[in-house]
Structures are given as structure tokens and as C-alpha cells.
């Protein structure tokens, strides 16, 4: 499976720290390591009283969402293909994320892409090490691994927290089993 753009859920055996109930996509994955956005982390801030903190009016419904650990002042902007920036990097066929100066000022204009979320943070894995958590390798536990899981524009931008999480980890027992009987 191409890592970039699918998901990661964290399975039920993580039951405490940042890691539980997560939903991540990955939306970068090479021999220098790995990065991804969680997607159901919704934070307290809306994106209007976020605007307001950083000098723009931007009157939308919605919160900034908390995309990882790592990097908590990174902005990201997760969305669909049918928008760009100065340095959008397409993720796959549906989706895209830019990070570039100019996101506020357009969202205060509303130019938006159809399907999005704004992201403070990020997630990040050292070389080899996403992989390890996902077979279970030393130090990491088989129990705790990774499940994973394509990803499309409704399961990423239709769905939020818990409902995220669970319709995430369906899926990704849905598609192992097709793997198994095909």
C-alpha cells in the first residue's frame, strides 16, 4: 500500500495519550521519514477568533484542528484538488495541502476549495520508524500497530472526531478482509 494519502487509525488497544482514537492521513512518506495531519483533532479555536488573532476577518463557521504534535505553530491546509496556492503539493487525485502565506487573506475572501480543514501541527516519523510501528516491530507492540485505510474527500472532510474514528476503523477492517478472500 502507498502510504501517502491513505490513513492511519489508531486501533482499539490505545486507549490513553494524543495517539487515541486518531485518524491520520499521510500526506508525506520517504526514506527521510514521514509526516501526516490528524484528522479528527478538533481544537477549541474557530477560525474566525483564530483570523482575528492574526490580523484577518475571516467570517467561517468552523475550528482549527490540531494536525500533530510536532511543529504546533506549522500551518497546514488540507483540501481538495480543485484549488491552489503558491506552493500547493498534490497528496493524491482528491486531495492537496498548502502551507502558504497566502491561505488567511484568501479564506477572509472566501476563495476557497470546495472541501478543506485548517491545521495547526503535524505529525512526524524518523526513517523507518512508521513502518516499524505499523508491523509491530521492536520497540513498538503488534497490539498497538496502525491500522490502515484508503481514504476518499467524504471520510476525510464529512466526518469529524469519533464518528471519524469509527467509520475510519470499519473501513480499514472492511478492505483487509477484501484483501484476504481475493
Keep these: 500500500m ?8 489508531a486501533p482499539p488497544a490505545v486507549k490513553t495519550s494524543f495517539w487515541h482514537k486518531t485518524v491520520i492521513m499521510v500526506t508525506e512518506h520517504h526514506g527521510n521519514g514521514s ?3 490528524v484528522l479528527n483533532r478538533k481544537s477549541e479555536l474557530s477560525l474566525t477568533d483564530f483570523g482575528r488573532q492574526l490580523g484577518f476577518n475571516i467570517n467561517l463557521p468552523g475550528h482549527v484542528y490540531i494536525g500533530g504534535p510536532v511543529n504546533v505553530k506549522n500551518l497546514s491546509f488540507l483540501h481538495s484538488n480543485d484549488w491552489v496556492s503558491t506552493n500547493t503539493m498534490v497528496i493524491n487525485e482528491e486531495f492537496s495541502i498548502s502551507s502558504a502565506e497566502d ?8 476563495d476557497l476549495p470546495k472541501q478543506w480543514r485548517l491545521f495547526l501541527g503535524v505529525c512526524g516519523w524518523g526513517p523507518n520508524q512508521l513502518l516499524g510501528e505499523m508491523q509491530g516491530e521492536a520497540p513498538w507492540k503488534k497490539e498497538t500497530s496502525w491500522c490502515t485505510a484508503n481514504s476518499d474527500l ?5 466526518s469529524d472526531h469519533h464518528e471519524q474514528w469509527c467509520c475510519a476503523l470499519d473501513r480499514s477492517g472492511l478492505e483487509f478482509a477484501q484483501n484476504i478472500f481475493s
Design 2 to 9: 502507498n502510504l501517502v494519502g491513505n490513513l492511519l487509525i
Design 35 to 37: 509526516l501526516g495531519l
Design 103 to 110: 491561505i488567511l487573506p484568501r479564506m477572509a475572501t472566501h
Design 154 to 158: 467524504d471520510l476525510v472532510f464529512g
